[in-house]
């Protein structure tokens, strides 16, 4: 449990605006971080892009949602190197399954 508190902070972090993704944030132990990226979050393809092309952190697994209505996100975020792709209705209604399936693909 104490992995899904992390990785919902950060995505807390990230949905208020991605000027957190700017911020210092240096975990001890990155193996025990998931980033949760919510599509309708301005930049956050962007956001996503760096974080993958940056040597410390593009292993990290990237669980992306929304953007239902906007294939366009949705590939944007796929190229970025988003890990999985879900729908907003997948991550409402099968939130432990889509971390399980996230944190097995890497």
Not at 18 to 33: E, G, H, L
Request: proline share 5%; aromatic share 2%; hydrophobic share 40%.
């Amino acid at each position: 449990m104490k992995n899904y508190c992390r990785a919902a902070s950060l995505s807390i972090a990230s949905r208020t605006s991605t000027t957190a993704c700017k911020r210092s944030v240096t975990p001890t132990d990155w193996s025990n971080v998931l980033v949760l990226a919510d599509l309708e979050t301005k930049d956050m393809c962007a956001a996503v892009g760096k974080l993958k092309k940056n040597p410390t952190t593009q292993h990290l697994p990237v669980l992306a949602f929304g953007g239902d209505s906007k294939p366009e996100l949705q590939a944007e975020v796929q190229k970025a190197g988003a890990t999985l792709l879900v729908s907003d209705a997948a991550v409402l209604n099968h939130l432990p399954e889509c971390l399980e399936q996230v944190l097995r693909i890497e």
